[in-house]
T-cell receptor
Framework: DQQVKQNSPSLSVQEGRISILNCDYT??????FLWYKKYPAEGPTFLIS?????DKNEDGRFTVFLNKSAKHLSLHIVPSQPGDSAVYFC?????????????FGQGTRLTINP | ETGVTQSPTHLIKTRGQQVTLRCSSQ?????VSWYQQALGQGPQFIFQ???????GRGNFPPRFSGLQFPNYSSELNVNALELDDSALYLC??????????FGPGTRLLVL
């Protein structure tokens, strides 16, 4: 049962344009969402997060949008840079469980072309 | 730089053996979680420790066990290794808050 899904395994974007990565979830108890970026041979690096009480959070070039009714979140990167090429994971947690376990999607490989 | 370190970086074991993986933090994060990431998949939650007690577990058998020490460092132990245990093992730490910060991982290969 895949509670968090990233349906695009890969995405290719021109440098300077906007990258949009999408994520869908099924568990309505999730109340906190995060995006991580992962380079090969490294652990996931935290990028940005959003609480379920908000619908948008922005940090520099990164903006996360949350649509609770659609159970959908997206990460916008603008402008995209070559260093953004990596695998991006969305993750969700249900704080009511006590243990803050993160449920991850399968990841989307983003390639920024010069 | 998250300040979370893991050792070893990689290792090779044979089926049936036991392995211990380690995780530590410079910042004294008081909650540590362990994840298994198989090739091409997202990380999967194994368990979490808070104040040296396990307080949450994912769908992993009892041969996966852990410890958290007073200095908040942690170990993941896996007994009776199986071929499917080959994966990247990640630890993540947090202190209060919601955000978990990951170490670089240990890549385990079981032959």
């Amino acid at each position: 049962d895949q509670q968090v899904k990233q349906n695009s395994p890969s995405l290719s974007v021109q440098e300077g344009r906007i990258s949009i990565l999408n994520c869908d979830y099924t568990n309505s108890m999730f109340d906190y969402f995060l995006w991580y970026k992962k380079y090969p041979a490294e652990g996931p690096t935290f990028l940005i997060s959003i609480s379920s009480i908000k619908d948008k959070n922005e940090d520099g070039r990164f903006t996360v949008f949350l649509n609770k009714s659609a159970k959908h979140l997206s990460l916008h990167i603008v402008p995209s840079q070559p260093g953004d090429s990596a695998v991006y994971f969305c993750a969700a947690s249900d704080g009511n469980q006590g243990a803050q376990k993160l449920v991850f999607g399968q990841g989307t490989r983003l390639t920024i072309n010069p | 730089e998250t300040g979370v370190t893991q050792s070893p970086t990689h290792l090779i074991k044979t089926r049936g053996q036991q392995v211990t993986l380690r995780c530590s933090s410079q910042s004294g994060h008081n909650t540590v979680s362990w994840y298994q990431q198989a090739l091409g998949q997202g990380p999967q939650f194994i368990f979490q420790y808070y104040r040296e007690e396990e307080n949450g577990r994912g769908n992993f058998p009892p041969r996966f066990s852990g410890l958290q020490f007073p200095n908040y460092s942690s170990e993941l132990n896996v007994n009776a290794l199986e071929l499917d245990d080959s994966a990247l093992y990640l630890c993540a730490m947090r202190q209060g808050g919601e955000t978990q910060y990951f170490g670089p991982g240990t890549r385990l290969l079981v032959l």
